[in-house]
């Protein structure tokens, strides 16, 4: 069935260092890919999106790229900071339906 | 300040029990969501609503209910039929493909 998955469960980064997490994606479909943070009891946060048609956005350090040949997101986090030590999904939405269908998550350890 | 309020954000029930979930906005948004995260796992959709008095089955919906009386609220009541209750329920409205998300509800049940 559809379904957004992730490469690794946790990934570990020195502060300081660029942090680079991956999602595989399996419906062809949508039309937007989003990446949310999660802090630990917290809801989820926007973090940047983009849209099926590009390949790149930029953000305050943070990049999505998408891979639509062979269906990979990843969200690349610059000078990673303690501050982003979280969980982050990849996530797919169809707007037609209304529906957004979230990955398993990536913890992100931030070492000091 | 604007967006996602939820309550209670502890619950404990006894097996056998109803309890809902409350969820307000005041963001002005048309559609509102409920999601269920069990630890380690993803977002998995419970109910939505596209708009008022309208709501529609997620891939969970077994043993939830919802109501969409009023623009602004989109209570979840988790009922005894739910056969594993215990979990993290994250409310959220959305503006186009983004989601707005509450702080969440964690139900244990005893």
């Known amino acids: 069935g559809e379904s957004v998955g992730l490469h690794l469960p946790t990934l570990s980064v020195q502060e300081g260092d660029n942090s680079i997490i991956n999602c595989a994606y399996s419906?062809?479909?949508?039309?937007?890919f989003i990446w949310y943070k999660q802090e630990s009891g917290k809801g989820p946060q926007f973090i940047i999106d983009?849209?099926?048609?590009?390949d790149k956005r930029q953000g305050q350090r943070v990049t999505v790229l998408l891979n639509k040949t062979v269906k990979h997101l990843s969200l690349q986090i610059a000078a990673t900071q303690p501050g982003d030590s979280a969980v982050y999904f990849c996530?797919?939405?169809?707007?037609?339906?209304?529906?957004?269908?979230f990955g398993a998550g990536t913890r992100l350890f931030v070492k000091a | 300040d604007g967006g996602i309020t939820q309550s209670p954000k502890y619950l404990f029930r006894k097996e056998g029990q109803n309890v809902t979930l409350s969820c307000e906005q005041n963001?002005?948004?048309?559609?509102m969501y409920w999601y269920r995260q069990d630890p380690g796992q993803g977002l998995r959709l419970i109910y939505y609503?596209?708009?008022?008095?309208?709501?529609q089955k997620g891939d969970i919906a077994e043993g939830y209910s919802v109501s969409r009386e009023k623009k602004e609220s989109f209570p979840l009541t988790v009922t005894s039929a739910q056969k594993n209750p215990t979990a993290f329920y994250l409310c959220?409205?959305?503006?186009?493909?983004?989601?707005?998300f509450g702080e969440g509800s964690r139900l244990t049940v005893l």
């Open positions: 609503s596209q708009i008022v008095n309208d709501f």
């Open positions: 983009i849209r099926s048609n590009m």
């Open positions: 996530a797919e939405n169809m707007t037609k339906g209304f529906k957004t269908i």
């Open positions: 963001l002005n948004h048309d559609a």
């Open positions: 419906n062809s479909a949508s039309d937007y």
């Open positions: 959220a409205s959305s503006h186009r493909w983004e989601l707005f």
